[in-house]
């Protein structure tokens, strides 16, 4: 006999069944969506995967664009595992774009390896500064952080703009042919181009490889260290990290300083490693930020996980701008990415079930279900 | 500030404003009842694309068509808005990952533009479009004239739209369960009222209004189709909302108020003021954040009013 | 369903001036709840029109059990409910308003933005249709708000309004929707002396036109000061139903404890802790301490306590009465805003948690899957909730969980914690093994001053007995023990002192030995002996 209980405990089988189960029936949808439009599901999906991982230099821009994922990915996966609800990682890259770009034109003479370290620290300070207004908000004044890091990320993209195509600023180009027809920000020198790590026919943009050790390490912070433990406490009860004396305010306000780092991180990455010049356009019409969060959920707020799922994003999109055209309407990439999340978040609802076969025997009761209070 | 130069000024104020109107009073209508809807981006998308495609394949007089475009794009956006109430509300699904999934799906490179591909309309130019009215033959009175009497169908169904919505949450009954479900469902499930069905019936609301305001882009700003129309106005939508304080008549001022401002800063420059107009454009935000953290104490939040609930999934306790 | 102004149907009305059945009776119910507790056991009431009956007993007496019956909110196993004489079958709380039963909790669920008037016409509008005036409403509000003497402003924002207002909306949302019978729950737990004047008088002009109420209390001097008749209700059963001017203060506390001075229950605290009166320095110090509650009220008013090394001191009280908050000023879950706590002579730092830990005070609290653990977590993670600050292997940043895997699992056979290993989470654990966690990490870092609240509740008995030597056995090694418990038995089993908490303040301190359950019920009802 099969029944189907509402269950606290997940067994393990269905952990993994469940995310794969959903991927299956997403493949399916979208296979649906363009069956009915005209296009053969199955040569569409060879044509995608050829797109983002086989073709010559797939690879390569399969990781570009899953560079700037990763970073706001892990962003996302760092603060709202603590439930921390920092949706401003598109402000806090593009502030980090700002101050990286900034160090990055201003010490220009400085031998690489310190400009590319000082461009780091730049973006990722600029990102963290950014961040910590909705943090302090929130951790001294109760202050939703969800309106304000989202209010926050219109005055970046506000400043952005500004400095680039409304003012005479440092970031602006104001000398070359080019930029006196059309505003366009200054070029950083080739010394400051991070250096992509070259693997065959392969390159891996360095900020991606930054990104996996900084992955490993958020990993290790949060399974590893008292600061991970703590976190980890306050995001499961905040009754009971009070309860063991934890300081709930400066961990909101360090999480959120980390959280924004990670993003101001991207923002460098995407003047070091790819563009080498602060474009307000490009950036916003990206979205980097809010994308991160979506990968950041499909991960589980698992950084290894975001690093794998940033990789996935970043090969669909790709495979949507490569195959661009009267047969492949860019629209796929969209839509078939909000299948693929709307069918794992559903997902969610069956993992909430058990499946048991046989009799039903009494599952394991939590304490406060026990005793039926007069 | 001659008084030409004002009256242009909130004429474009009036015409940025409207579709942020429309997709603001819908948020406005979720927000209330505890749900966040980060999606409205792709849902006005879906209202634009929707829209002109009836615009170019139903026959028939002129306004007849507009009317059943603009339910067509109600229809698109409210059944993307039930999407997200789904995963929202039954599911209980993080409400911001569920919005964003919905604008990344039926967003600029997403469904929006998937069916305008499909149904091969980009490059078209549009059939129907709105045209100003005359009312009651005053568009020529001067000052208020142009701004008043001289609007299309839409504007004045915002106008319309912000007084109903009053009436509805401060007057009627409905209006009343409605807010007390996004301060307290808890309080509102103990007096009887169904806290799901109020969720889902103003999220797919709110998806409905905002698909009618996507519409105004294709049907009244320009008679064209192409990917990402609406350039971020479901965003600002959003941010609207909040800084009306989830009020009616402060989203119809903000919603001109961020337009006006936007305009304001390249006509100052224009006479010699060196201010950036992103300045101006920012400021709204600015403020919105400052109120915000004044309002946290606890006494004061009381009477600005963000709904206690919004974001938060309900579960009831089983008796 | 047609109200008249003062809000009574016609209906009953009438049937309270003609020799009528009771208006509410429960007739042999039962009612069990998961895990073989029996709420209320065969249990008879019934009360009449026009009058004020009092539901007596301690916690767990099975009041609010009823009442829920009553209200539509639970279903009887057995027995029926009658209104009017007529058996009535109710399946939801709408259906118990329709018949005119209505409670009023102990919390509130207003909605803070919103204005009185809105409250109350919050899901149900006597006009109907679809706009609400607010002007007849309000009209409507002070009609009854004045007959019935409860002044309150219907434009006010409930925010705006002390405790005792708010209670009022609450009550006057039942009237307003033809409240015919009206349980009160503790209503007085958070009102001033001069509200509660009020509140009688208004429940005695509400029983003047027909109506019935019920008042369900703990506390004596108020029942003797309101109700006409009362039922006592003791650990499910109902006792007896007296009228008020035929019984006094002893009779009742006796029914509501239960049996005389019993030889029954060993006193084991006094028997096996031999040490109190070798070692009488004190380990903790109450000394005049106040402390605010949650809404504003007044939850200790200047308690003055000491628990010795190696004793057990028993709290004894109704829960609410500020047990809860002691519990959680000397934790430093609160902050004191009078007098000063010391443990071992030194004062603690108010409100901080931290500063209680360090200084050995360990408590075990009331609500364990809340507070006391994170319950997504695992057992090892759980058990160094508190110490992994300071012990070493943790001292770095670095936590070296193998370490604490390995610790975690010696805990888990001392403390027999039935768990497939150190790395399960928390939450599927069992109730009992849930408290043995706690109270292994609590215990085994050798406190000076064990704080447990309700430590038993809800556990089997196995668990129940495993948890009582656990605490007897940390006095004996000489940490002073606070026992904050409902149940009276357990109490007197286990402390060598019990003093009685009674609305904020301690009525009265004495050594186990002397304790008779009468005179703690009295004074657990507020009637000084």
Redesign the interface.
């Known amino acids: 006999m099969i029944s189907i209980e509402r269950s606290l405990v997940t067994p393990r089988w269905q952990r993994v069944a469940l995310p794969v189960a959903s991927l299956a029936i997403a493949a399916i949808l979208a296979g649906i969506v363009l069956a009915a439009s005209g296009h053969d599901p199955l040569a569409t999906y060879q044509q995608i995967y050829e797109a983002s991982f086989t073709s010559t230099g797939a690879l390569t821009a399969t990781f570009i664009y899953a560079t700037p994922l990763l970073f706001t990915g892990l962003c996302v996966a760092l603060a709202f595992r603590m439930r921390v609800w920092n949706i401003g990682g598109e402000g806090q890259l593009y502030m980090g774009a700002v101050g990286a770009a900034g160090v990055g034109l201003a010490l220009g003479g400085w031998p690489q390896p310190l400009l590319i370290a000082m461009m780091m620290v730049g973006g990722a300070v600029a990102g963290m500064l950014w961040a910590m207004i909705p943090g302090l908000l929130r951790a001294y004044l109760h202050t939703n952080e969800i309106l304000t890091s989202l209010m926050l990320n219109y005055v970046a993209g506000l400043l952005m703009y500004y400095l680039i195509y409304d003012s005479a600023s440092f970031w602006r180009d104001t000398t070359s042919a080019s930029a006196l027809v059309f505003p366009q920000g200054k070029y950083l020198l080739p010394a400051a181009d991070w250096p992509g790590i070259v693997i065959g026919s392969f390159t891996l943009p360095f900020g991606f490889a930054a990104g996996i050790v900084l992955a490993v390490l958020l990993l290790a912070l949060i399974r590893f260290t008292r600061f991970g433990f703590e976190m980890r406490v306050m995001g499961d009860s905040p009754a009971a990290a009070t309860y063991a004396g934890m300081s709930t305010r400066r961990k909101i306000v360090t999480v959120m300083a980390l959280s924004g780092g990670l993003a101001g991180l991207g923002g460098a990455s995407q003047i070091g490693d790819f563009g080498h010049v602060l474009d307000p356009r490009g950036l916003q019409q990206a979205g980097y930020g809010y994308t991160g969060i979506v990968v950041a959920a499909l991960a589980l707020y698992n950084p290894l996980a975001v690093v794998i799922v940033s990789i996935l994003i970043g090969a669909l999109t790709n495979a949507g701008f490569a195959l661009q055209g009267p047969l492949f309407p860019i629209g796929l990439v969209g839509t078939m990415e909000g299948i693929i999340l709307f069918s794992v978040l559903g997902g969610e609802f069956l993992g909430r079930y058990r499946i048991r076969f046989g009799r039903a025997p009494a599952p394991a009761i939590a304490a406060d279900e026990e005793s039926g209070i007069p | 500030m001659s008084s030409d130069l004002a009256v242009s000024i909130a004429v474009s104020a009036i015409a940025y404003g409207t579709p942020l109107v429309l997709a603001g009073l819908g948020e406005l209508l979720a927000e209330r009842s505890g749900v966040l809807n980060l999606g409205v981006e792709g849902m006005m998308l879906m209202g634009a694309v929707t829209a002109f495609f009836a615009s170019q394949m139903l026959p028939g007089p002129g306004w007849a068509v507009l009317i059943l475009a603009l339910a067509a794009a109600a229809a698109a956006g409210a059944a993307m808005a039930l999407i997200h109430a789904f995963l929202s509300i039954t599911v209980r699904v993080n409400q911001i990952v569920s919005g964003l999934a919905l604008t990344i799906f039926a967003g600029t490179i997403g469904l929006s533009s998937y069916a305008g591909q499909v149904w091969g309309i980009g490059g078209q130019h549009g059939l129907h479009q709105l045209s100003r009215l005359d009312v009651l033959g005053l568009s020529d009175v001067p000052v208020v004239g142009p701004i008043l009497f001289n609007q299309d169908a839409m504007v004045y169904l915002s106008w319309g739209l912000v007084a109903l919505v009053s009436y509805y949450l401060y007057r009627t009954r409905f209006g009343l369960y409605l807010r007390a479900v996004g301060e307290s469902p808890r309080s509102a499930d103990a007096m009887g009222i169904n806290v799901s069905a109020y969720r889902y019936v103003h999220t797919v609301l709110g998806g409905a209004l905002a698909g009618i305001g996507g519409a105004y882009f294709t049907l009244a700003i320009a008679p064209i189709w192409t990917d990402g129309l609406t350039a971020g106005a479901g965003w600002i939508a959003i941010a609207l909302v909040i800084f009306a304080f989830w009020r009616p008549d402060l989203l119809l001022v903000g919603a001109y108020l961020f337009g006006a401002l936007s305009s304001l800063g390249f006509t100052l420059q224009a006479n010699g003021v060196q201010l950036p107009s992103e300045l101006f454009s920012s400021l709204p935000y600015v403020m919105t954040v400052v109120v915000l953290a004044a309002a946290s104490t606890t006494l004061a939040r009381r009477r600005i009013g963000t709904p206690a609930a919004l974001g938060v999934p309900y579960v009831r306790e089983e008796g | 369903m047609d109200i008249r102004a003062d809000g009574l149907t016609a209906a009953s009305a009438e049937a309270a001036t003609t020799g009528s059945p009771p208006a509410v009776a429960a007739l042999g119910v039962t009612?069990?709840?998961?895990?073989g507790?029996v709420?209320?056991d065969r249990v008879t009431f019934e009360a009449r029109r026009g009058e004020v009956h009092a539901l007596l007993g301690e916690?767990?007496?099975?009041?609010?059990?009823l009442c829920?019956i009553l209200t539509g909110?639970?279903r009887p196993d057995e027995g029926e409910v009658r209104v009017d004489g007529k058996p009535i079958r109710l399946h939801s709380?709408?259906e118990a308003q329709a018949a005119g039963i209505f409670m009023v909790h102990q919390h509130l669920?207003?909605?803070?933005?919103?204005t009185v008037a809105?409250n109350i016409?919050?899901?149900?509008?006597r006009q109907g249709?679809?706009?609400?005036s607010s002007r007849t409403v309000e009209a409507e509000i002070d009609e009854i708000a004045s007959r019935y003497q409860m002044a309150v402003d219907p434009r006010a924002?409930i925010?705006q309004l002390s405790l005792g207002e708010r209670q009022r909306v609450d009550i006057l949302k039942a009237l307003y929707r033809g409240a015919s019978i009206l349980i009160l729950d503790e209503p007085t737990t958070v009102l001033t002396p001069s509200e509660i004047e009020q509140l009688f008088s208004s429940v005695r002009e509400m029983v003047a036109g027909g109506r019935t109420v019920i008042f369900i209390s703990h506390k004596l001097p108020e029942v003797f000061a309101i109700a006409d008749r009362t039922t006592i209700l003791r650990r499910?059963r109902s006792m007896s139903t007296l009228e008020i001017g035929e019984t006094d203060a002893r009779q009742l506390a006796r029914l509501m404890v239960g049996h005389e001075m019993s030889l029954d229950v060993p006193r084991r605290a006094s028997t096996e802790a031999a040490a109190p009166a070798a070692e009488p320095r004190s380990v903790l110090d109450l000394d005049a301490v106040s402390v605010q509650g949650d809404f504003g009220t007044q939850a200790l008013r200047e308690v003055s306590l000491t628990v010795r090394a190696g004793e057990v001191l028993g709290i004894a009280g109704v829960s609410g009465n500020g047990q809860r908050e002691l519990a959680e000023v000397i934790?430093?879950?609160r902050p004191a805003t009078g007098g000063a706590i010391r443990v071992d002579g030194e004062k603690l730092v108010s409100g901080?948690?931290?500063d209680?830990?360090r200084r050995g005070v360990a408590?075990i609290?009331e609500?364990?899957?809340?507070?006391?653990?994170?319950?997504?977590?695992s057992v090892a993670?759980n058990l160094i909730?508190?110490s992994?600050?300071r012990d070493s292997p943790?001292a770095g940043?670095?936590?070296l969980?193998r370490q604490a895997e390995a610790q975690a699992t010696a805990l888990m056979a001392r403390f027999d914690i039935r768990a497939p290993g150190p790395r399960t989470?928390v939450?599927?654990?069992?109730?009992?093994n849930?408290?043995k966690v706690v109270l292994a990490r609590e215990l085994s870092s050798d406190p000076r001053l064990v704080v447990a609240a309700s430590p038993t509740?809800?556990?089997d008995v196995g668990a129940t007995e495993y948890v009582r030597n656990v605490l007897l056995d940390a006095a004996r090694r000489g940490a002073g023990v606070l026992l904050i418990s409902e149940d009276l038995d357990e109490i007197i089993e286990l402390s060598n002192r019990i003093a009685v908490l009674y609305g904020g303040r301690v009525v009265g301190v004495m050594d186990s030995a002397d304790a008779t359950y009468e005179q703690l019920g009295l004074l657990m009802a507020g009637a000084a002996s």
């Open positions: 009612k069990r709840f998961a895990g507790v709420a209320n916690n767990g007496a099975g009041k609010t059990t829920n909110m639970y709380p709408h669920s207003l909605v803070d933005s919103l809105e016409v919050l899901g149900w509008s249709g679809l706009s609400f924002r925010w499910g934790a430093g879950l901080d948690a931290r209680a830990i408590y609290p609500d364990r899957m809340g507070t006391g653990v994170s319950p997504n977590l993670e909730l508190k992994y600050r943790h940043p670095i936590l969980m989470l939450r599927q654990l069992s109730g009992g849930v408290q509740r809800g556990l």
